[in-house]
């Protein structure tokens, strides 16, 4: 039995199909969701192409044939063939059509010439919810711990969200809920934090083209955040003590100990306050951000929790 393999060298005598040039710095991103690749060119979303994810099926799939091998961005994606060739000849720009013959100087999507419709939706809008928010983590980590720009626009491009604002706290680590995420109760604490997207985020840091790129991604320019002073305090409050039943305990010197336990009850008062200093807005004109004097009044949170402490008391005699 003959085996078509993908790899099989006697394409090298095949004439190639040329590709149109491409123009300006764009950029292919391809994202794995779905059971299949999502193909996108800067914020402009291309097409999906089922890929073979199983390990058994992705073997088989390799050793007959059935696949190409597409790398991207240091990543392989074992797809269809035949849907891989209808994706490339209704979406890249060629001179003559794309076929198993002539196919193996498209498998590196990196120098496809992708041709994305006029009215192409957003890579983001194309992927589950749940892949969009982990590439959101990945895309801010890569933004604000590593300052690794390129990294984070690869993320960007793989379809993260872009419009979700995340707290950055001094000397705690950032969080995507809300500013007292994580605190404990019982602990007073003072801080500084900025409530920030990822394009207030760069636009602050001076990343220019990062801002840029977002932009092309729709981002939201008129997105708003803020710089707020956060203090939590704690007072408890006693409110009751129970002796309860005692018991009789002999020492190791044949001496007897009456001991009991006795049981404190008190509340902790906590509260939470937030005071808005700045209001922080992105200027699509100059690219950077603006500070303004905020008006709002200080937001102060009560809440109480209810303290229990047990001790033992002996008394020899």
Known sequence: ???????????????????????????????????????????????????????????????FGWSYQVTLGGNTYHVERSKYLEFLNNNSEHDAEITSSNVWDFLDLSKVALKPSENAPLMRDQISASKAARLFKLMLHALVIENDVEKAKLFAGKGALIDTSYWLRENVEETFTTVDEGLPDDEAVDFAAARLTPLLFAADK????????????????????????????????????????????????????????????????????????????????????????????????????????????????
């Open 206 to 317: 001076g990343y220019v083209q990062f801002c840029q790129f977002l932009e092309q991604l729709k981002v939201d320019t008129a997105a708003k955040g803020e710089y707020v002073l956060f203090s939590k305090t704690t007072r408890e409050e006693p409110n009751d003590t129970k002796v309860g039943d005692d018991y009789e305990n002999v020492r190791s010197d044949g001496s007897l100990q009456t001991c009991f336990e006795l049981k404190t009850f008190s509340t902790l008062n906590i509260d939470d306050l937030i005071t808005t200093k700045f209001i922080i807005t992105y200027n699509p004109e100059t690219g950077k951000i603006e500070r303004k004097e905020s008006k709002q009044d200080s937001v102060k949170n009560h809440y109480t929790k209810p303290l229990e402490c047990v001790t033992t008391q002996c008394l020899t005699g």
């Open 1 to 63: 039995m003959k085996v078509n393999s993908a790899n099989n060298s006697s394409h090298k005598s095949v004439p190639t199909v040329k590709q149109k040039n491409k123009k300006g710095t764009s950029q292919n991103f391809a994202t794995s969701d779905h059971g299949g690749v999502h193909i996108a060119k800067d914020g402009k979303y291309v097409g999906f192409v089922p890929t073979y994810n199983n390990c058994v099926t992705r073997f088989f799939a390799n050793l």
